[in-house]
T-cell receptor
Framework: DQQVKQNSPSLSVQEGRISILNCDYT??????FLWYKKYPAEGPTFLIS?????DKNEDGRFTVFLNKSAKHLSLHIVPSQPGDSAVYFC???????????FGTGTRLKVLA | EAQVTQNPRYLITVTGKKLTVTCSQN?????MSWYRQDPGLGLRQIYY???????DKGDVPEGYKVSRKEKRNFPLILESPSPNQTSLYFC??????????FGQGTRLTVV
């Protein structure tokens, strides 16, 4: 049973436009969410996170939105750059468990 | 430099031949874990450790063993590898108040 879902396996966006990556979850007890970026032949690297008590967190070109009632979060990248081309994983976390549950990933391709 | 180091990066082995993938972190993190990444399945946790001598099963522990004798090291052991363990493996470490840091991955092929 997939508790964290990324329903879009891939996404292509033109350079300079907005990229929106989506993630849905089923467990309302998750209290922290993260996005990781992964380039080929490298490990995932942390990008941005959000606590369940917030609905938005921004870091430069990256903004994560959380809609708890819909159990949905999204990552916005504005403006998108070719260097953003990677696989993006969302992850949910339950405080005190030390455990991340990852989605299946979305491959973003930013076209120059 | 803060890092998680895995070795080897690439490994091809035969069915049934025991192997160990090492993982070491230099951040003094209490928590370490192993994940495998497979197409369409994302990252799935194999085993985790909350501290020295404390380990527990993740979501897909069958066919794997781990040990945590020192805080910095968390090796993954495949006693009798099988082809369905062909995968990309990641080690991660985390402090209680930090995000997880991942190693660069080990691509394992079992033939």
């Amino acid at each position: 049973d997939q508790q964290v879902k990324q329903n879009s396996p891939s996404l292509s966006v033109q350079e300079g436009r907005i990229s929106i990556l989506n993630c849905d979850y089923t467990n309302s007890m998750f209290d922290y969410f993260l996005w990781y970026k992964k380039y080929p032949a490298e490990g995932p690297t942390f990008l941005i996170s959000i606590s369940s008590i917030k609905d938005k967190n921004e870091d430069g070109r990256f903004t994560v939105f959380l809609n708890k009632s819909a159990k949905h979060l999204s990552l916005h990248i504005v403006p998108s750059q070719p260097g953003d081309s990677a696989v993006y994983f969302c992850a949910a976390f339950l405080s005190g468990t030390y455990k991340y549950i990852f989605g299946t990933g979305t491959r973003l391709k930013v076209l120059a | 430099e803060a890092q998680v180091t895995q070795n080897p990066r690439y490994l091809i082995t035969v069915t049934g031949k025991k192997l160990t993938v090492t993982c070491s972190q230099n951040m003094n993190h209490e928590y370490m874990s192993w994940y495998r990444q497979d197409p369409g399945l994302g990252l799935r946790q194999i085993y985790y450790s909350m501290n020295v001598e404390v380990t527990d099963k993740g979501d897909v522990p069958e066919g794997y063993k781990v040990s945590r004798k020192e805080k910095r090291n968390f090796p993954l052991i495949l006693e009798s590898p099988s082809p369905n363990q062909t995968s990309l493996y990641f080690c991660a470490s985390k402090a209680w108040d930090s995000e997880a840091f991942f190693g660069q991955g080990t691509r394992l092929t079992v033939v």
